[in-house]
Structure formats: structure tokens, C-alpha cells
């Protein structure tokens, strides 16, 4: 009996020691978070917003109306963000003429050893606070990791999960689920030429991103009109400018001799 009770708790020490507890993170927000939020928060509502980028550093690291060459687009991309953190700030990142959403989070969720459920239930309850204020959401894949990134491997796993059920939450609800991953990750990891770190996108890269998006932005109402005109009919005349002749050119006098004076003419 001692020699059985003995090999369990030998068994039971191994299998602790083979597969230690993942380390705790704490879900503290990292530097220059609140920094940023708070800038968001000042620009308040405005007029010319029509679409949201929201999400973590990979959408923060664009100026998304160059990219993609429109003056309506928002960014509202914080460095580290999670879907926790996301929810706590959608008050003040949804404009009152928003009308379409692009979101992407959960890879930094998932650094932080959340399961792809969770997160996706937290997911969700941002796309219900944007359908319910008329702004129409559409689902980024979380992006793959590359090779750069030395847990790429594991990582990868849990965003195929993550991915399965936005998709099928999006197929399901009639939301635009857009993938990314077959234009920056065919391989099933971000390509390096895409990425200088496994995770964060080159130029090239978020030029791909772009002719992704490019046609679910298309359809958006148009950005604000110029100021307004006032009709020619009502518009009050303008006195013409007689049209103006060169003068006459005069040529100067002769100088006069050293033993006289002329006085000038009246």
C-alpha cells in the first residue's frame, strides 16, 4: 500500500513539474495606454468620422486616411488593447455619424493566456454596443503571428480558434467577416517580408491590408461636402474693372544748358 501510495505522489510531482502553470499576467494597462485613451477622449464626438478603425497596436501603427486615401476614417488603435479594455472606451470612440467599424483584437488577449471563448464573448459584446448605436461592424481575423515572433507556434493555434468563431458569429448574424490571413499568412503564419518583428506589419504589409478593406469601405457615405455656395442668380454683382492701358511713355526733357532755367509747366 505505502509503495502505491509512494508511485502517485512521485507521479503526481512529475506531471507538476512536466507541465508547469502558465505565469500570471496581470491585466494592468501598459504604458502610454491611459496617455492615448486620453487624446481619444478630448477629439469628442465629430462630424466628419464616418469609419472606425478600432483595435491594438496593429491598427494603431497606420494613419489610416492616407492609407487609404479618404478623410473620413478614425483611428482609435491603442498599443496593447484588449477586448477588456476596448469595452471600458467605446463610449467615446463611436462618433454620432459613424456608420461602419472595423475591429480586430484578441492577440493580446491571448499573451495573456485567455482562452479564444472568452474572448470571444467578450468580442460579441462589442459588435451588439456598435449594432445597437447604427454602426454597422465588421470582423477583422486576428492576424497570424510569423516566424519572428518565437511563439508563433502555440499563439497560431488559439487565433485558428478565435477565427473559427468570429466567423461563424459573423456568417451566422449577417456581419462582413474579412479575412486576412490568406493575403498576409497563405503559409499559416505572417510572412517576414510582411512583418519586422512576427507581429507587427512593414509598410508592405498594411498595403495589403488596405486593398483588403478597400471595397467594404467603398460604400460609405460620401466625406463632408465643401462649404456651401451661394447660387450665381443671387449672388450680387461684381462692378467690372475698366480695362486698364499701359501710359503713354514720355521722353524725359533735354538738361538744360548750365546758363538757363526752365520752370516746369503747371
Not at 90 to 117: C, H, R, W
Not at 234 to 239: G, I, S
Amino acid at each position: 500500500m505505502r509503495f502505491l501510495l509512494t508511485i502517485f505522489i512521485l507521479t503526481i510531482s512529475f506531471i507538476s513539474y512536466a507541465a508547469p502553470t502558465p505565469p500570471k499576467r496581470e491585466f494592468t494597462k501598459p504604458a502610454g495606454y491611459e496617455r492615448t485613451a486620453e487624446m481619444y477622449r478630448s477629439y469628442g464626438m465629430n462630424d466628419f468620422g464616418r469609419i472606425l478603425m478600432l483595435g491594438d497596436s496593429i491598427t494603431h501603427g497606420a494613419y489610416w486616411n492616407e492609407l487609404m486615401k479618404r478623410s473620413d476614417v478614425i483611428n482609435r488603435g491603442i498599443p496593447g488593447d484588449t477586448t477588456f479594455w476596448m469595452l471600458e472606451r467605446l463610449d467615446y470612440v463611436t462618433t454620432g455619424k459613424m456608420e461602419k467599424a472595423f475591429i480586430l483584437a484578441g492577440i493580446n488577449d491571448i499573451s495573456k493566456y485567455q482562452l479564444p471563448a472568452s474572448i470571444f464573448g467578450r468580442y460579441t459584446k462589442i459588435i451588439d454596443y456598435l449594432t445597437a448605436r447604427g454602426i454597422k461592424p465588421h470582423v477583422q481575423s486576428v492576424i497570424y503571428l510569423g516566424k519572428l515572433n518565437p511563439k508563433y507556434e502555440v499563439y497560431n493555434v488559439r487565433i485558428k480558434e478565435l477565427n473559427g468563431m468570429l466567423k461563424e458569429y459573423a456568417d451566422k448574424n449577417g456581419y462582413a467577416f474579412i479575412d486576412l490571413n490568406p493575403v498576409l499568412s497563405p503559409d499559416g503564419f505572417l510572412k517576414d517580408e510582411y512583418t519586422y518583428d512576427g507581429t507587427h506589419l512593414t509598410a508592405t504589409g498594411y498595403g495589403l491590408w488596405r486593398d483588403i478593406l478597400a471595397p467594404y469601405m467603398a460604400d460609405a457615405a460620401a466625406v463632408p461636402a465643401p462649404a456651401e455656395t451661394v447660387p450665381a442668380e443671387t449672388q450680387p454683382a461684381v462692378p467690372a474693372v475698366p480695362e486698364q492701358t499701359a501710359p503713354a511713355v514720355v521722353p524725359a526733357p533735354a538738361a538744360p544748358a548750365p546758363d538757363k532755367v526752365i520752370l516746369p509747366t503747371q
